[in-house]
C-alpha cells in the first residue's frame, strides 16, 4: 500500500469459469443463466469494486480437442487505476491450427495462456 501512495492495485487472472451455470431459484429449480449474462455480471462487480474487466484478443479460451465446443472462461480483472498496456494476449492453442492445435489442446492445454503488461 505505501508503494502504491494509497491507491492499493490489484490483477486477478484465470480460468473463472464463465461458461453459464444452474441456478436454483424460489420458482424454477435449475433455472439457466447464460454465459454473456454471467459475464455481464462478472464486469458489474468488477466497477462496483473499483475494478474492470479487461479485453482479449481472443473470444474463446477453452476448447475442446476436436473444436466443437468453445469457452470465453479465462479472464483478468484489474484495478481500474491500474495502467495496462494493450488488451490481455491469448496465447497457445488458438495461433494453430488442424492436427497442431489439436495436439496442443491434448497435450499441453485446453486453455490459452494470458498475459498482460503492467508498466
Known amino acids: 500500500m505505501k508503494a502504491s501512495n494509497g491507491d492499493p492495485r490489484l490483477v486477478v487472472l484465470g480460468d473463472l469459469n464463465t461458461m453459464g451455470m444452474w441456478y436454483p431459484t424460489d420458482r424454477k429449480a435449475d433455472e439457466r443463466v447464460p454465459a454473456a449474462l454471467e459475464l455481464e455480471a462478472l464486469a458489474a462487480a468488477a466497477k462496483a469494486a473499483g475494478m ?3 479485453p482479449k484478443t481472443a473470444p474463446a479460451t477453452w476448447s475442446n480437442p476436436t473444436g466443437t465446443m468453445l469457452g470465453d472462461l479465462d ?3 484489474a484495478s481500474e487505476g491500474l495502467a495496462i498496456a494493450g488488451p490481455v ?8 491450427e488442424g492436427s497442431a492445435r489439436r495436439l496442443f489442446i491434448e497435450d499441453t492445454s485446453d486453455h490459452g495462456s494470458l498475459a498482460l503488461a503492467v508498466p
Open 75 to 77: 479472464h483478468v480483472v
Open 89 to 96: 494476449e491469448v496465447k497457445g492453442w488458438q495461433q494453430l
Open 52 to 54: 474492470k474487466l479487461l
